[in-house]
């Protein structure tokens, strides 16, 4: 099986070195790259075309979300999973609008850093359930701001529980076992609530699904 190449971008030396440490410790990771900062990190994964980028957020020269921004319009296949100490309003969105897939704190124990590498790296993903949390009461408020926008197709029972899996961080095969069903079918179900919401990926379904009071954290 080929391994997940990474890239390492974060402006503290000893972090950086840390997660080289951790990540070589498993066989399906290669580290292909690091950067000190997002301007250097833009540069460096136009040329390496990393599967994923595990990207800070605040950076001198420039910051993750731009750089995400910049690296998404060059190299679109490019994966992100956002590592990072901060967990307010603004940069959870800043990050997900600008391309990340995955969003983990640093405090967060190494299974779960293996296992958002390797979800965000397959396509799918993944929100530490601290920052989903933090995510479901930004998109409350804006509902209760009259921000809502219904009229699409309502999603049937299945869907809505398939959603609310993904909302807590579920893979495909973890939401199949669960709710006894095959992989395939969740991806059918998950075909049918993009269109019905009129979204693109498995973040926008969510963040869409929460602001419209469909599914709960």
Not at 118 to 126: F, H, Q
Not at 188 to 215: M, Y
């Amino acid at each position: 099986m080929p391994k997940i190449r990474i890239m390492i971008v974060d402006d503290h030396p000893i972090v950086r070195e840390g997660l080289v440490s951790v990540l070589k410790r498993d066989e399906e990771f290669e580290i292909v790259g690091e950067a000190p900062d997002g301007r250097t990190a833009v540069k460096r994964a136009v040329s390496l075309k990393p599967d994923l980028i595990l990207m800070d957020l605040r950076m001198p020269e420039m910051g993750g979300v731009e750089a995400m921004k910049e690296i998404r319009a060059a190299a679109p296949d490019i994966k992100f999973l956002v590592l990072t100490t901060y967990d307010t309003d603004e940069h959870i969105v800043g990050a997900l609008e600008a391309g990340a897939s995955g969003y983990l704190l640093k405090d967060a124990p190494r299974d779960d850093l293996f296992n958002a590498i390797r979800t965000v790296a397959r396509g799918d993903a993944l929100l530490q359930p601290r920052v989903a949390a933090r995510l479901l009461q930004h998109m409350t408020g804006q509902t209760q701001r009259g921000n809502v926008n219904n009229g699409e197709e309502d999603l049937s029972p299945r869907e809505i529980e398939v959603l609310q899996l993904v909302a807590r961080g579920y893979a495909n095969k973890e939401i199949a076992a669960r709710l006894t069903i095959t992989e395939a079918t969740v991806k059918t179900h998950l075909a049918h609530i993009f269109q019905k919401l009129g979204v693109n990926d498995r973040t926008e379904a969510v963040t869409t699904a929460v602001q419209r009071n469909i599914i709960r954290l």
